[in-house]
């Protein structure tokens, strides 16, 4: 696989096809590997995200409950190297 965006097909035929494809390989798998796929996802975003922008993720995602930050900071205070 490359990097590169060229595409030889019109790109919303490759979009389409991108589309079906990702459809197949979900529909065939079973939910463990659908949710370790999702967790992997969701971890290496957020492992990328500086200190202010996972706190923003995290009051975000409980409609602006800081509560939900505070929570998880107390929960992982002891946490070390």
Request: with cysteine; glycine share 2%.
């Amino acid at each position: 696989m490359t990097e590169s965006t060229a595409h030889r097909l019109p790109y919303p035929q490759f979009e389409a096809i991108c589309d079906k494809f990702a459809n197949e390989i979900v529909d065939n798998m079973d939910l463990d590997t659908l949710l370790q796929i999702a967790y992997d996802q969701l971890y290496d975003y957020y492992t990328k995200c500086n200190d202010l922008e996972l706190e923003e993720e995290v009051t975000n995602h409980y409609c602006g409950d800081v509560s939900e930050w505070q929570r998880l900071l107390k929960e992982t205070n002891n946490v070390t190297a």
